[in-house]
């Protein structure tokens, strides 16, 4: 039936076109074709007998990068052995997903056609997402939040920390800077991040704790690291919200001790090379040097080895870091504080100590009126 196209509603070309899919690929189809768009005669239509099922589409922009001939060529020969997992950064998965997805790339060249902009599309069958991880992800989405349980109450405080003198060069920075602890099991990382957290308290501060550095991309480790900045993260099972100015903290086992230079010889520094051959295991395989600067660049960091404490303020300069050694108990707390936090961890919920936490507050004040 033939109508004039005034006359055609929404729901005639929704009728007239139900049944139609864009046929599915059995292979990659790479095409070199100009920016502009594609019309929908230019698309392989058959009818199929049953509706598709319903896709949810994605997009990540990454922005500006090189793409040579060479890359083409990879990505082209890694696309035609179906190998998408073998794409490098920053055209394939950060990881293998856990539901079945289709992917399209788009490079489109900058004004001059130096570098080019990526736009990874992900296509994912609704009927692969179970229901509740649907529902969990769009409800973290609206919450606007970050999805995890806020601790008010915690029995130690600065009081406990054993030296503070290498935090009062930090903490007038939390305000701008994140906080990153690396080192060996058992030192103490996670009871000092709370402490620290804790008397930051007002500006609601987030620990990343438990999980693998090496495993994080390094634009989501700049993004967390970025307190001047709000950031918003996305995963496979939700989404979390990081207003500017608030304080983040992470805390990584992930080190390479071997790198550290024993003798007493080297005295209480070591070179910025040898530090990043400490951190080495940290960043996930390929990350580059400019990347680990700009983590560097916004991150005071602690690292605790089984002899010492290294403590390096946040910039992007090639600094020697310091060092201090450290005593026979080899851990942060102070030996009367470590009953305590074990006591809490088996869920006895003592509060701090009031004439602690005074002092605290003290000792706070004097360092952020001081910060200049």
Known sequence: MNQDGADISLQDALDATNSQVIRQMKKPNIVD???????????????????????????????????????????????????????????????????????????????????????????????????????????????????????????????????????????????????????????GKTPLARIVAMAMSRDRPDIFDDGTLSEQPPRKIKGFCDVGNTVLTKERWGAAKFPQGQMRFYVSNELQSEAEPLSRSSGNSISHKTFLEILEPAWMKGTGVSDITAVLKRTCLLVFTDNYIYYRPATDKQVWVERILLDDSKSVLRQSSGPKYNQYRTGYRAPADPAHVEWERAWMASVMDNRG
């Open 33 to 187: 074709i100009p920016v502009g768009p594609v019309l929908p005669t230019h698309l392989p239509i058959q009818p199929v007998g049953a509706a598709p099922p319903r896709l949810r589409h994605a997009f990540d922009v990454v922005g500006e990068v090189e793409f040579s001939h060479s890359k083409k060529e990879e990505l082209n020969h890694y696309a035609r052995d179906g190998a998408f997992q073998r794409f490098p950064e920053p055209f394939g998965f950060q990881r293998n997903p856990d539901v079945g997805v289709e992917m399209q790339l788009a490079l489109i060249p900058n004004s001059e056609r130096s570098k080019f902009y990526l736009v990874k599309h992900f296509i994912f069958k609704e009927q692969d997402w179970p229901e509740r991880l649907i529902k969990e992800a769009l409800r973290n989405l609206m919450s606007d939040v970050v999805p995890a349980l806020p601790v008010d109450d915690f029995p130690l405080t600065l009081v406990d920390v054993d030296p503070t003198n290498i935090l009062e060069k930090f903490f007038p920075h939390f305000n701008e800077k994140a906080l990153g602890m690396h080192g060996v099991p058992n030192v």
